[in-house]
């Protein structure tokens, strides 16, 4: 039984790249969530997935953010032209919408570090 | 909006003390609660939740009760262990569902033998 995976877990960029950070979400689960958790702004949301509805992007903090979720399974973060303070820890959870067990497993995360 | 109130850490015990940590929250209709521990080097996982007033949650010695009337979740603990050294996250759903959390910012808990 896996659980969220998410890779890289380790990413160093410059200041201006173009990064994705990828999300496997539990097999079978169709709600797919994104976190963003750094120092200064605690654990936010970021953006949500829920099987073939419009994604909930209310919580992306500019439009260099973007993600997409291909074939309801895997996801992909995209953050354009990197800046210093897109540095965090970027969590992705997913819950399954069967039954009342709706909790969130969240993956490892993925350090980012833009220099 | 919503939001999340917790202390501000590092709280610092000895094994076998008695632990509390505080929550409120501001939400409107019913939200549900829920505490999330991160211990070093891991992920986020769930601890223990709450979906409506009154309710208590429990897990691993830990629990919560959902009160509305002080719209508060505070985690309490009866004796530490050196274990329980982590990062607990108080966060709330607008409903009880599929949903995105609001989380507190986070207090690091340090239990010393």
């Known amino acids: 039984g896996a659980g969220v995976s998410q890779s890289p877990s380790n990413k160093v960029t410059e200041k201006g790249k173009d990064v994705e950070l990828r999300c496997d979400p539990i097999?079978?689960?169709?709600?797919l969530y994104w976190y963003r958790q750094s120092l200064g702004q605690g654990l936010e949301f970021l953006i949500y997935?829920?099987?073939?509805?419009?994604?909930?992007k209310s919580g992306l903090p500019s439009d260099r953010f973007s993600a997409e979720r291909t074939g309801g399974s895997v996801s992909t973060l995209t953050i354009q032209r990197t800046q210093q303070e897109d540095s965090a820890v970027y969590l992705c959870?997913?819950?399954?919408?069967?039954?009342?067990?709706?909790?969130?497993?969240f993956g490892p995360g993925t350090r980012l570090t833009v220099t | 909006g919503n939001s999340v109130t917790q202390m501000e850490g590092p709280v610092t015990l000895s094994e076998e003390a008695f632990l509390t940590i505080n929550c409120t929250y501001t939400?409107?209709?019913?939200?549900?609660l829920f505490w999330y521990v991160q211990y070093p080097g891991e992920g986020l996982q769930l601890l223990l939740k709450?979906?409506?007033?009154?309710d208590k949650g429990s897990n691993k010695g830990f629990e919560a009760t959902y009160r509305k009337e002080t719209t508060s979740f505070h985690l309490e603990k009866g004796s530490v262990q050196v274990s329980d050294s982590a990062v607990y996250f108080c966060?709330?759903?607008?409903?009880?569902?599929?949903?995105?959390?609001?989380f507190g910012k986070g207090t690091m808990l340090l239990v010393s033998p």
């Open positions: 966060a709330l759903s607008p409903y009880s569902g599929y949903s995105t959390l609001t």
């Open positions: 097999s079978g689960h169709t709600a």
């Open positions: 709450a979906t409506k007033a009154d």
């Open positions: 939400a409107t209709g019913y939200p549900s």
């Open positions: 997935f829920q099987g073939n509805s419009a994604p909930d």
């Open positions: 959870a997913s819950s399954s919408t069967r039954g009342a067990d709706y909790e969130q497993y």
